[in-house]
């Protein structure tokens, strides 16, 4: 059985700091992708990386992928309380193309 | 570019009851998902469309739970009974096509009381 293992569960800041949000597996996937959920709304797809080792930047975000393609990283820096949320990873492997889930990492960011 | 649209967005019941779920993708998406996200976890797919064809229903609780998309375009979701433990947001989702970006909508929050 596939799984990731999302940490931390929850994550309380205040604005400014800095954090990293850790999405691991013992499976080998074909792609990665970071996703926003806020209360009442369906997840938003931030990234996807694909390449062992890609890194990737968006505005004060950055993704990395790990070089055997089995975990990834997403850190932010200097957070906004706009960057409250729910951050979900999923990976998707080439047999069937659906997505694993992680379990969802609570960021909430004090002003 | 409307996104993928849900109804209702709430819905409490009590259990045994039976309850629907409508859901209508992207236009010009063929491929639709129905998950189930229960509090503190992530997503869980349900079933998989592929116009109005079943791709993957290997996880939906077939003595309660059954879907349909027959014109390919929108779909419902129905669970009858429902049980307290189906208590969760029901979220459906889009893609152009397999493999694609998916597209979620609000989804429904069920509560079975």
Known sequence: TQLLEQSPQFLSIQEGENLTV????SSVFSSLQWYRQEPG???VLLVTVVTGGEVKKLKRLTFQFGD??????LHITAAQPGDTGLYLCAGATNSNYQLIWGAGTKLIIKP | EAGVAQSPRYKIIEKRQSVAFWCNPISGHATL???QQILGQGPKLLIQFQNNGVVDDSQLPKDRFSAERLKGVDSTLKIQPAKLEDSAVYLCASS????DTQYFGPGTRLTVL
Do not use: L, M, T, V
Request: glycine fraction near 16%.
């Open chain 2, 96 to 99: 152009f096509g397999i493999g």
């Open chain 1, 22 to 25: 850790y999405c691991n597996s």
């Open chain 1, 68 to 73: 055997a393609r089995k975990d990834s990283s």
């Open chain 2, 33 to 35: 998902y129905w998950y």
């Open chain 1, 41 to 43: 709304e369906g997840p």
